[in-house]
T-cell receptor, first 112, second 117 residues
Framework: KQEVTQIPAALSVPEGENLVLNCSFT??????LQWFRQDPGKGLTSLLL?????REQTSGRLNASLDKSSGRSTLYIAASQPGDSATYLC???????????FGSGTRLLVRP | GAVVSQHPSRVICKSGTSVKIECRSL??????MFWYRQFPKQSLMLMAT?????????EQGVEKDKFLINHASLTLSTLTVTSAHPEDSSFYIC?????????????FGPGTRLTVT
């Protein structure tokens, strides 16, 4: 059974810092992995999607990497801003299904 | 980009009543939609997969008679919480798979906050 874990559960950093969020999954047989952002009381915004054949994806200040063999992904946020404060969720799509399995999320607070 | 809407965004109902939540894909066709439930400060838990024109597939532990799902068209799925109780209070989020893309990316709705009093 696929399990997704995110570390740390919460993170507080001063504005301007570069930071890394971690996601690990137990079964390497995935189709793709997505990183999402969720603001309090809101739905999910897709940030980056990495196909199983890819190593990384970049969008602006965000960079996500994928090491399928070791079951790990990282989300790198450069030059963090208070507006980046949110919960970040990673989710994997098992190879045999369209379902997404979510991690528990990392709650990020960027202090001005 | 692809947009998914949910209605209502918030609903308060009395215990014992039924509540219907709609999920619509606005600019793409979705043969498959997904319903998730999220408790405060917890992650999303998949409840069921909604398939257009056929029965929904429920995850283990989800009562199909309590959470009725109908996917009558390529752009609309509904979740009806029947005989709601306070423990059903939660944040319900739907997503829709764009069947016209290679990546089969899912797009998420803004969520519906259900409070049962």
């Amino acid at each position: 059974k696929q399990e997704v874990t995110q570390i740390p559960a919460a993170l507080s950093v001063p504005e301007g810092e570069n930071l890394v969020l971690n996601c690990s999954f137990t079964d390497s047989a995935i189709y793709n992995l997505q990183w999402f952002r969720q603001d309090p009381g809101k739905g999910l915004t897709s940030l980056l999607l990495i196909q199983s054949s890819q190593r990384e994806q970049t969008s602006g200040r965000l960079n996500a990497s994928l090491d399928k063999s070791s079951g790990r992904s990282t989300l790198y946020i450069a030059a963090s801003q208070p507006g980046d404060s949110a919960t970040y969720l990673c989710a994997v799509r098992p190879g045999s299904s369209y379902k997404l399995i979510f991690g528990s999320g990392t709650r990020l607070l960027v202090r001005p | 980009g692809a947009v998914v809407s949910q209605h209502p965004s918030r609903v308060i109902c009395k215990s014992g009543t039924s509540v219907k939540i709609e999920c619509r894909s606005l600019d793409f066709q979705a043969t498959t939609m997904f319903w998730y439930r999220q408790f405060p400060k917890q992650s999303l838990m998949l409840m069921a997969t909604s398939n257009e024109g056929s029965k929904a597939t429920y995850e283990q532990g989800v009562e199909k008679d309590k959470f009725l799902i109908n996917h009558a068209s390529l752009t609309l799925s509904t979740l009806t919480v029947t005989s709601a109780h306070p423990e059903d209070s939660s944040f319900y989020i739907c997503s829709a798979r764009d069947s016209g893309t290679v990546t089969y990316e899912q797009y998420f709705g803004p969520g519906t906050r259900l409070t049962v009093t």
